[in-house]
């Protein structure tokens, strides 16, 4: 199993501004992935984050909106950029091993509250 | 289209109760299914995951099924506990693709009154 934790757990920002949200997780994962999940919906991905070069998308979401660093098999972070009240969301962290039997573990959230 | 629909969007039982939710897929090939129990604030936590040749999964009081012929899963859940109100969640993954990119449903929503 992995842990994952995020910081921060929570936040409330002001309209324009831009927020960044660490990941760490207590081993070397292969897989990391940031999900978005809307009040009320199920998980989006968003993008996977890739060691040492640039994040894949998903469609719908762009890296000038969500830049995503993975330095190392450990730890990532994504920024919600230029933040409008539709990015209020909860965003998570997920990890899991190299094929899509294996199971994903997902980081406690961290809850954007955007005025 | 991948997609996975559950049932009910959500559902109301007293403690101590059984009760069974449903998902229902289209996600071709078929790798696997996962269900998650994500309490409020929290992430996600699995609770089964089953491949095609499974189809029967037990988690203490969570049980799994699956018909991977008619493309249903049904998660019971045995003498409901006040701690078991969560949403939960039923993950399908296709063949040749990472857990990543998985086709999450919208979750059914139980809470258990005393």
């Known amino acids: 199993s992995a842990v994952i934790s995020q910081k921060p757990s929570r936040d409330i920002c002001q309209r324009g501004t831009s927020l960044t949200i660490q990941c760490q997780v207590d081993s070397q994962v292969t897989m990391m992935f940031w999900y978005r999940q809307q009040p009320g919906q199920s998980l989006t991905l968003i993008a996977t984050a890739n060691q040492g070069s640039e994040a894949t998308y998903e469609s719908g979401f762009v890296i000038d909106k969500f830049p995503i660093s993975r330095p190392n098999l450990t730890f990532s972070t994504l920024t919600v950029s230029n933040m409008s009240p539709e990015d209020s969301s909860i965003y998570l962290c997920?990890?899991?091993?190299?094929?899509?039997?294996?199971?994903?573990?997902f980081g406690p959230g961290t809850r954007l509250t955007v005025l | 289209k991948n997609q996975v629909e559950q049932s009910p969007q959500s559902l109301i039982i007293l403690e101590g109760k059984n009760c069974t939710l449903q998902?229902?897929?289209?996600?071709?090939?078929?790798?696997?299914l996962r269900w998650y129990k994500q309490d409020t604030g929290r992430g996600p936590v699995s609770l089964t995951i089953m491949t095609f040749s499974e189809n029967t999964k037990s988690n203490g009081r969570y049980t799994a099924t699956l018909d991977a012929d008619t493309k249903q899963s049904s998660l019971h859940i045995t003498a409901s506990q006040l701690s078991d109100s969560a949403s939960y969640i039923c993950v399908v993954s296709a063949e040749g693709t990472n857990a990543g990119k998985s086709t999450f449903g919208d979750g059914t929503t139980l809470t258990v009154k005393p």
């Open positions: 998902c229902n897929y289209t996600v071709s090939p078929f790798s696997n």
């Open positions: 997920s990890v899991s091993a190299a094929g899509s039997t294996d199971t994903q573990y």
